[in-house]
């Protein structure tokens, strides 16, 4: 699950989905977009359908450059995580299923090569 902020632009979303779009090219499969606020589908609605389904991890990567109240409070308790915690596990019907909340990206130091290439007007968007 690819999630981002969202907003009343639709820039966000547009963002996200193209994000969640090019994993899928990439090969990964069930990939979803979710939305914390302002957007849809909500974390909650797209939580709730993966858990439903027969899957047994699910793995929740929030498109954020840094944490902050969303991705240390809301989400979390969205995705049925308490305290901050990046793995957990839960039970649906039976079934273990396996919570991974990933890091934000702005964590990443691939993500300053990106920035390096846009201060250069190498790349462009």
């Known amino acids: 699950m690819v999630v981002g902020h969202g907003s009343r632009l639709p820039y966000n979303k547009e963002t996200v989905t ?4 090019q994993l899928t090219k990439m090969g990964y499969e069930n990939v979803r977009c979710a939305f ?6 909500t974390v909650e609605s ?3 359908e993966m858990i439903s389904q027969d899957v047994d991890e699910i793995i ?3 498109l954020f450059i840094s944490l902050g109240a969303h991705l240390k409070n809301d989400i ?9 915690i990046s793995e957990d596990s839960l039970v649906h019907d ?6 991974r909340y990933a890091a934000p990206i702005g964590s990443d130091p691939r993500l300053t090569d990106v920035i390096a290439e846009k201060i250069m007007g190498r790349w462009q968007a």
């Open 36 to 41: 914390n606020e302002f957007d849809e589908p």
């Open 46 to 48: 797209v939580f709730n």
């Open 76 to 84: 979390p308790k969205k995705i049925r995580l308490a305290d901050w």
């Open 18 to 21: 193209f994000q969640a779009d």
């Open 60 to 62: 929740v990567l929030p």
């Open 94 to 99: 039976g079934r273990s299923i396996t919570v």
